[in-house]
């Protein structure tokens, strides 16, 4: 990915997850020095336990704040991934695999929101549901769920390899096992960071730490609202992809994957920083998903996770300068949508570092800091 002015400044950027990765690459690109610090290793937080679902899931439930964005995000998506595999040599495995959406759900309102965005949707038709027999139960005849054929999905795993791999190769440094402790203030500026493994300085600091952001703040976090949502996931293998496209019911999403895996999703839990898995989840989100697959039945779960969401009001992110501290930045708070929000995101960061204009009105997510 690249674009946007040249910089020569140097940042520190505080978590490598998506967003922390995203934002180092693109700044990187443009020719500024970036060191990445991780408090565990790269890419195992959040973004490792994603679907990888590029699109909210029902996107006319969400205020255009979100959806723009994702939408902005989601079309650099292809791009980027190819640009990943190209420079890294691991495929992220992008794929445009669409998403049908079965009833329950505001037909109405999604109609209307489809036509409005431009966005392409579909009765799901006899011949597309035929893969999946359970599925043209649920849909009719008359084709009451929706097809949007233009969602796409990747492997975050995969992903955050590649984007790692490139970070290095553009000449970012990565110090793993070392925790942010606290920020050093002076002049109304950021003077340093005190860690784990030493003091860093740099011209600009920019915090990416998810859910744990505003923790990284402390006293410099204003009144942003940022805290952790868990959300666990299923992980089954069948011998070939199992369902053409992405399947949602409410708040349960089935993902196959090319090699046979298939992901069965989440659950969205406000207890914390725990990231423990429930028996409880993992039979609700079985059975569930057994109803729309009954090929499930009796087929062994491989896996079984959480991860911590960085979830805000609204689902808006907050990115942007500190209203106090002026080389203090923020890319965080992307609840549901970090991996569709992130080459976005760090679009929208890196504009505002270089005084680039940016795609859309950016306000909202300046807001985040709530004053
Ligand atoms: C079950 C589940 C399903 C999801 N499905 C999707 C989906 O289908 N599509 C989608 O777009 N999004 C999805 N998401 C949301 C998405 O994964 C998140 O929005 C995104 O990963 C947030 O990225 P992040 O980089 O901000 O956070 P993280 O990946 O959590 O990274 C933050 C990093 O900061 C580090 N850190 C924390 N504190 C410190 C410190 N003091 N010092 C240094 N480092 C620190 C952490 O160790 C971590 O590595 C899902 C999330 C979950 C949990």
């Not at 994957?257 to 609700?284: I, P, Y």
Request: glycine share 10%.
């Amino acid at each position: 990915m690249n674009g946007g002015k040249e910089m020569s400044q140097d940042f520190i950027v505080v978590g490598a997850g998506i967003i922390g990765l995203a934002t180092a690459e693109r700044l990187l690109a443009q020719g500024a020095t970036v060191t990445i610090l991780e408090r565990g290793a790269v890419g195992q937080e959040s973004s490792w336990a994603g679907g990888g679902i590029l699109s909210p899931l029902c996107p006319w439930d969400y205020p255009d704040e979100v959806t723009r964005l994702t939408s902005y995000s989601a079309a650099l998506f292809a791009a980027w991934a190819d640009s990943l595999h190209a420079a890294s040599g691991i495929d992220p495995e992008y794929e445009a695999s669409g998403m049908l959406v079965l009833p329950p759900f505001d037909a109405c309102a999604a109609q209307q929101w489809c036509v409005a965005h431009g966005v392409k949707v579909e009765r799901a038709s006899r011949a597309a549901t035929l893969a999946i027999p359970i599925v043209e139960k649920e849909a009719g005849e008359e084709g009451n769920a929706l097809l949007l054929p233009e969602v796409a999905q990747v492997r975050n795993p995969r992903l955050l390899r590649a984007l790692r791999k490139r970070v290095e190769a553009l000449g970012g440094r990565i110090i793993e096992h070392c925790t942010v402790h606290d920020i050093v203030v002076g002049g109304g500026q950021v003077q340093a960071l005190a860690t784990a493994c030493g003091t860093f300085s740099a011209q600009g600091y920019i915090v990416t730490a998810g859910a744990w952001s505003k923790q990284v703040l402390g006293r410099h976090a204003f009144n942003l609202d940022i805290k952790p949502a868990r959300g666990q996931m299923l992980l089954f293998r069948f011998a070939a992809a199992p369902l053409r496209f992405i399947l949602l019911q409410g708040d349960l999403y089935l993902i196959s994957r090319r090699d046979g895996h298939l992901l069965v999703g989440s659950t969205l839990e406000d207890v914390g920083f725990d990231k423990q898995t429930t028996m409880a989840a993992r039979d609700d989100l079985f059975e569930r998903a057994q109803r729309l697959l009954p090929a499930l039945a009796g087929m062994p779960l491989v896996q079984h996770w959480a991860g911590l969401r960085p979830a805000s009001p609204r689902n808006i992110p907050a990115i942007g300068r500190h209203p106090q501290l002026d080389n203090l930045y923020i890319n965080s708070g992307h609840f549901r949508y970090g991996v569709t929000m992130a080459p976005g995101s760090a679009a929208i960061l890196s504009n505002e570092l270089t005084g680039t204009p940016q795609p859309f009105d950016v306000t909202p997510y300046r807001a985040g800091w709530g004053i």
